[in-house]
Structures are given as C-alpha cells and as structure tokens.
C-alpha cells in the first residue's frame, strides 16, 4: 500500500516519488533528514535561537547500521549530533526528571510508533540515575501497519461495489491512506467513523463507515 515505489539504484534502496509530473528518487537518508529539518526548524521558532547539536532518538532495536544512517540524516539536516540514543532511554529519562523520584523504581516504558514498537524496562533511581534492564520489539510493526489493515479493508469494500482495484492507481490509494489515517484517529475518541472522497477512482464517489469493533 506504499504510494511510492523502491528501486534499486547502484546497489542501493531509494525511494521513488512522483512530484510535479516526474520521478524523483531519494535515499532513506535524506527522506529522515526532511523530517529532522522540520523539527529543527519548530525548535528554532520554539527557543528563538539557531540549533545546531541535538540528541535524536532512534528505536531500541536499530542495528549500527541504521544508526549511522540516522546520524548521517542529522549532518544533512545541518545538525551536530551528539549522540544517538534508544527512543524508550529518553522516554524514561524525560519521565525520571519531570517525576522527581524518591527511591529506586522499576519503570515499563512501551513505545508504539509509526512504524517501530519497542518495549523495555528500566530502573530508575533518585537523580534520574537508570539501568535499563531489558529490551524486545519490533522494527516492522507500528501505526503504518493498522492504516495499511484499514486501506486494504475499504479497497475489498471498493472493489466489492463497484468491480475496479483501486490498487491500480497510486493517486487513489495514497488519498485513501490519507482519508483512513484520519478515520483512525476519529476511532480513538468516537465509535464510528465515516471516510468520504469525492472521485476517488475514474470519477467515483466513495462514501464508507467505519466501526472501531471492526477496526479493532
């Protein structure tokens, strides 16, 4: 359900995207940097000052490869990165100094993201001082992986009304992807949700529900 496409360039992944009617192709590196150049610009307009170090997080179970990567996306961004640190170490870190601990205490962080799902437990102690214990997860599974459950859903849907596979088409699956990542955040605080898109393939309507039983 991806709405770009990986190909293979001089032995290398890249990422294939379609932008203003033509091909354009991207290394992971700098798709990450996109993102880091983002943050580091609400930073900035945060603090009212010019970042250039940062600490960025990264899944626990990132490989030295993937770190490098990650580091590498940071130089293009323009930053200096200092380090680069498991995301569930600076969950638990963030959590230790806005507790203020008293003692030693035994700390489940779960963190399910995008794209990545990690688990870990630590030890705090006073002073933010922690061990972290252990760490599991899963470097392909997260949030992307429910939407991708919800398009295929309304494609079958689709597919079953009208006789065509939206599949076919990019444009109207990436505006589907679109439609189901808001269906389900309304999911999160309503029962049902409705995913409306107007000439969603070869001129037609789409009109669905949703139910959070049936999502679940």
């Known amino acids: 359900n991806w709405p770009f496409e990986v190909v293979n360039e ?3 992944p890249k990422v294939r995207v379609q932008y203003k009617g033509s091909g ?12 880091l150049t983002k943050m580091k610009e609400v930073a900035e307009a ?4 010019t970042i250039k170090d940062a600490v960025v997080t990264v899944p626990a179970y990132f490989n030295d490869s993937q770190r490098q990567a990650t580091k590498d ?10 380090r680069i640190i498991n995301e569930p170490t600076a969950a638990a870190l963030a959590y230790g100094l806005e507790k203020n601990l008293i003692g030693e205490k035994n700390v489940l962080i779960f963190d399910l993201g995008g794209g990545t799902f990690d688990v870990s437990v630590l030890t705090i102690d006073e002073g933010s001082f922690f061990q972290v214990l252990s760490t599991a ?8 992986d429910f939407d991708n459950r919800m398009v295929d859903y309304f494609v079958s849907d689709f597919k079953q009304k009208h006789k065509k596979d939206l599949k076919t088409n990019p444009k109207s699956l990436r505006r589907l992807k679109t439609a189901c990542e808001r269906a389900k ?5 309503n029962s049902q949700a409705n995913v409306e898109i107007d000439s969603l393939f070869e001129g037609i309507d789409f009109y669905s529900r949703i139910t959070r039983a049936k999502f679940e």
């Open 24 to 35: 354009k192709n991207f290394t992971p590196e700098e798709i990450s940097a996109m993102v």
């Open 46 to 49: 945060y603090l009212g000052k």
């Open 185 to 189: 955040k309304t999911l999160s605080s």
């Open 137 to 144: 997860g899963n470097t392909h599974l997260g949030g992307e």
């Open 73 to 82: 996306a940071g130089t293009i961004a323009g930053l200096n990165v200092i």
């Open 10 to 12: 001089g032995g290398k």
